[in-house]
């Protein structure tokens, strides 16, 4: 018989972080699957095209034209299999419901390709030119098993998930999405408490864990990938969704309410991806699907130019450092990352080694006897920040983002998560070497409880407004900041 799962402990949130930090697992995107499948297919079509055009003419006179006329062949193609829904995620997996479409899909494209053919002054044959429609057929009927045994194998193996959440007594959910179409899936835990009626049946307690409240969900965010939430509440009110989706706030999830729904909540459009089944999106990552790759790429390139350019500029920080004062060049600091995660960034240090405050309890202000000549002016460019491009290749931080605040640190005598109600929220995305804020002004020390504000206030502008010329503006402002020198102390 199965044992009843326990409540989540300290010591199994922590033993679950180091599992899931240890696991190559990567976040499964359906977008980009759907996309990566429709690139691939435009790749086959074009070797296909190539392979029997020699095959059935050898290249004669017009070798090179027939050569192009794989092109119009496969726009057609890809057109028509968009035109079928074959790009969206419920006709990709299983692929045995998509064959008669890609069937109709390569036979209508036949017209426009012959057309596109003539159109580029090829006089090939119709017959012959049909004769590569089952040829296509088999090919991309062959390429869809493939790619679904390829994601079957990899979310089998751990190496794609999708980490979910259930909150509420709904074990029909449970089953679900643990079912056989949906193998990348993996329930981290069930929050069956928080003033909830009813119990969670048929909970297979392997890799999942009780939680009895939304705050311990939040606490396993700190600890673990959480990439979905599931509400099944059994009776759902607009105000009671409306107060979980305020707790829910503060991490970078998305957020589907199952059936059934009540009239009158704050319902986005149906969950795409392959989770509109399960149920209304009502809030989504800040970076989901290609936003978050673009802003991957974005953060990685930038960063190995940055650190390939910037190495002369280290050489001499470094030996200017060493030649201010004794001590390290490099220290770490303790701040606050992604949903709250304790992150260790790098930093040149400014400070007398002696008087070094490694937990920022006291922070630096203007004139401060701690700062070193050196450091004083490593301050005001901004270069004290730069190692922060290694805490960027290593996935801690972004280029562009929030900057990471110390644990400790305190505006009006309060913690900052005490002192602005919204604090939290700015922790949805990873933190970043410069932000918003930086480039506006809000730099150095907080300014007290409004200074605060004012700074959370622009995160969150980043936060939702996010966008790849958006984070060019920042770093193109950041540079005339750094060259202007008035940064902080």
């Known amino acids: 018989m199965t044992s009843a799962p326990t409540r989540l402990q300290t010591d199994d949130l922590l033993s679950l972080g180091r599992l899931r930090k240890a696991s190559p697992s990567v976040e499964y995107l359906p977008a980009v699957a759907t996309a990566s499948v429709a690139a691939v297919e435009a790749l086959t079509i074009l070797l296909g095209c190539a392979v029997y055009f020699s095959a059935t003419d050898a290249y004669g006179a017009h ?69 590569i429609v089952p040829a296509m ?62 119990t969670v049946t048929g909970l297979v307690t392997q890799g999942c864990s009780r939680l009895e409240t939304i705050d311990e969900l939040i606490e396993l965010a700190r600890h673990a990938r959480i ?83 910037l190495l002369p500029v280290f050489g001499l920080v470094a030996l200017a450092i060493r030649l201010d004062s004794t001590g390290p060049v490099l220290f770490r600091q303790k701040r606050i990352g992604l949903h709250n995660q304790l992150i260790e960034i790098y930093k040149f240090r400014t400070m007398f080694d002696d008087q070094r405050d490694d937990d920022a309890e006291r ?17 005001q460019t901004g270069i004290d920040e730069l190692p922060q491009f290694l805490n960027v290749l290593e996935g801690d931080m972004s280029v562009v983002g929030p900057r990471p605040h110390a644990v400790k640190a305190k505006a009006g005598g309060k913690l900052y998560g005490q002192a602005v109600a919204r604090y939290a929220e700015r922790h949805r995305i ?60």
């Open 137 to 198: 057929i088999a090919a991309l009927s062959a390429e869809r098993w493939i790619v679904d045994a390829a994601i079957n194998s990899l979310a089998r193996h751990g190496w794609i998930t999708r980490n979910a959440v259930i909150v509420g007594p709904q074990s029909g959910l449970l089953r679900a999405l643990r079912g056989p179409l949906r193998p990348w899936t993996r329930i981290l835990g069930i929050v069956a408490g928080d003033g909830e009626p009813g």
């Open 227 to 309: 990439d979905d939430v599931f509400l099944t509440l059994p009776e759902p009110s607009g105000e009671r969704v409306c107060e979980l989706l305020e707790k829910l706030r503060v991490l970078a999830v998305n957020v589907y309410l199952s059936p059934g729904l009540s009239p009158g909540l704050p319902c986005g459009p149906a969950a795409a991806g392959g989770d509109a089944c399960f149920g209304a999106r009502l809030a989504s990552k800040p970076l989901d699907g290609w936003r978050g790759v673009a802003k991957l790429a974005e953060d990685k390139i930038v960063a190995i130019l940055a650190v390939v350019l």
């Open 63 to 131: 070798g090179l034209r027939y050569l192009w006329a794989a092109v119009p062949i496969a726009a057609a193609i890809e057109a028509a299999f968009a035109c079928l829904g074959l790009y969206r995620f419920n006709t990709l997996i299983p692929p045995s419901g998509s064959l008669p479409r890609i069937a109709a899909g390569s036979c209508l494209s036949l017209p426009i390709s012959y057309i596109g053919m003539r159109f580029l002054l090829m006089p090939y044959p119709l017959l012959r030119c049909c004769g």
């Open 363 to 379: 922070l630096a202000t203007k004139g401060d006897p701690r700062v070193t000549p050196v450091g004083r002016f490593l301050r």
């Open 430 to 489: 990873k933190p970043g070497i410069t932000g918003w804020a930086q480039v506006n002004g809000w730099r150095g020390d907080a300014d007290g409880e409004e200074g605060l504000r004012r700074r959370v206030e622009f995160d969150i502008h980043y936060v939702e407004n996010w966008s790849i010329l958006f984070d060019i503006r920042i770093m193109l402002r950041t540079v005339r900041v750094m060259l202007s020198g008035s940064g902080a102390c």
